[in-house]
């Protein structure tokens, strides 16, 4: 091979792997909010789905205190006036992996993303959705001891949202 091919060959292989990159890093660009938050049609209505929630967590055997939950409708409309619809955060602990998680002092900061937040909202086109984080894909970024605490995790957090 002379090298007069070799250097084409390797300008080749440098843009392939430049154009690969860089379409790579679009695709999860543009994909990235859905990769992140889950999002989930519900077939109950607003209330129904707030209790279908908060009774498969307690079945599952996480904590839902009263007080952690928010009313962004109602907030929303008191504090700017405007009304987003209707929206509920629902937060919730299962304290036995939390505790685990946040014993080790280079895990503290994860606290930031505790409890495990749903949101439950109503869009325009009157259906009911259920967002919330990708657990298993948060654990993955972040490694260590939070992969094994998010997989335990996560599936409960699947199971409160399936709508037999």
Not at 6 to 33: C, E, M, P, S, Y
Not at 124 to 141: C, T
């Amino acid at each position: 091979m002379t090298n007069r091919s070799a250097g084409n060959t390797l300008v080749v292989f440098l843009i392939a792997l430049v154009i690969g990159i860089g379409g790579t890093l679009f695709i999860i660009r543009i994909n990235l909010a859905t990769l992140l938050v889950t999002e989930i049609e519900s077939p109950l209505g607003f209330d129904e789905t707030l209790e279908h929630i908060e009774s498969k967590a307690r079945e599952i055997g996480w904590k839902v205190p009263k007080k952690w939950k928010a009313n962004f409708q109602k907030n929303f409309s008191k504090i700017v006036g405007k009304d987003i619809g209707p929206m509920r955060l629902l937060k919730m602990c299962e304290p036995f992996i939390a505790a685990d998680l946040l014993q080790a002092d280079e895990n503290k900061y994860l606290s930031v993303m505790m409890p495990c937040t749903f949101a439950v909202y109503q869009k325009s086109d009157g259906k009911v959705y259920v967002a919330m984080m990708n657990l298993k894909l948060f654990g993955m970024a972040l490694g260590g001891d939070v992969i094994p605490a998010m997989e335990k995790a996560w599936p409960d957090m699947l199971k409160m949202v399936q709508f037999d």
